[in-house]
């Protein structure tokens, strides 16, 4: 079965800093990685995905991932943090093949970027 | 991009009773999906909704408590019925042009409240 875990409840970065939020996957076959953000009241939004390709994979607001096969990683990354990205973070998964489409989601992760 | 219509946006219900969650589509998509995000934690995949047929449920949720509609490929419903405080949630439709490659989208939730 597929799954998604992201290791870290939460991250605290300063604004300005780097920051990165983890998740790593488990799937039989080949892996459809996406991230999204929720801000509070909202729905979620998407942020970026990797099917194939490029292992680093850029997105919305500046955010970019990595795809590392080899540790089954897709962690979120950004050079340089907004206050702003403050919000909760998605990773989730969908497996390649007749699985019907659904995504399955970590169980996010909250980033605080103080000023 | 697809434009998703959720209604109502929020409510607060009696135990007992049912509630009906509308989604509306800008455009037609292949698949529909309803989650379900209880309170600090992540979304659970309730349901596909299938246009035409019975909907495919995940483990854990049956029909008669969660009977969904989806009469075309724009429009679906998820009713909570004989709800408890245990049904307190946000409840969100997700749509997909494909089933594999392409990122899903989400509509802004419903967030209901059992008293």
């Known amino acids: 079965a597929q799954s998604v875990a992201q290791p870290e409840d939460q991250v605290n970065v300063a604004e300005g800093n780097p920051l990165t939020v983890k998740c790593t996957y488990s799937v039989s076959g080949n892996p459809y990685l996406f991230w999204y953000v929720q801000y509070p009241n909202r729905g979620l939004q998407f942020l970026l995905k990797?099917?194939?390709?490029?292992?680093l994979v850029k997105g919305s607001y500046g955010f970019e991932a990595e795809f590392n096969k080899s540790q089954t990683s897709f962690h979120l990354k950004k050079p340089s943090a907004l206050v702003s990205d403050s919000a909760l973070y998605f990773c989730?998964?969908?497996?390649?093949?007749?699985?019907?489409?659904?995504?399955?989601f970590g169980q996010g992760t909250e980033l605080s970027v103080k000023p | 991009s697809a434009v998703i219509s959720q209604k109502p946006s929020r409510d607060i219900c009696q135990r007992g009773t049912s509630l009906t969650i509308q989604c509306q589509v800008d455009?037609?998509?292949?698949?529909m999906f309803w989650y379900r995000q209880q309170p600090g934690q992540s979304l659970t995949l309730i349901a596909t909704?299938?246009?035409?047929?019975?909907?495919?449920?995940e483990s854990g949720f049956v029909i008669d408590k969660f009977p969904i509609s989806r009469p075309n490929l724009t429009f679906s419903t998820l009713t909570v019925s004989n709800m408890s405080p245990e049904d307190s949630s946000i409840y969100l439709c997700?749509?997909?042009?494909?089933?594999?490659?392409?990122?899903?989208?989400f509509g802004q939730g419903t967030r209901l409240t059992v008293v």
């Open positions: 989730a998964v969908r497996e390649g093949g007749n699985q019907g489409g659904k995504l399955i």
């Open positions: 455009s037609q998509v292949t698949m």
């Open positions: 990797y099917i194939t390709g490029d292992n």
């Open positions: 909704a299938n246009q035409g047929s019975e909907a495919t449920y």
């Open positions: 997700s749509v997909a042009r494909d089933s594999e490659v392409t990122e899903a989208f």
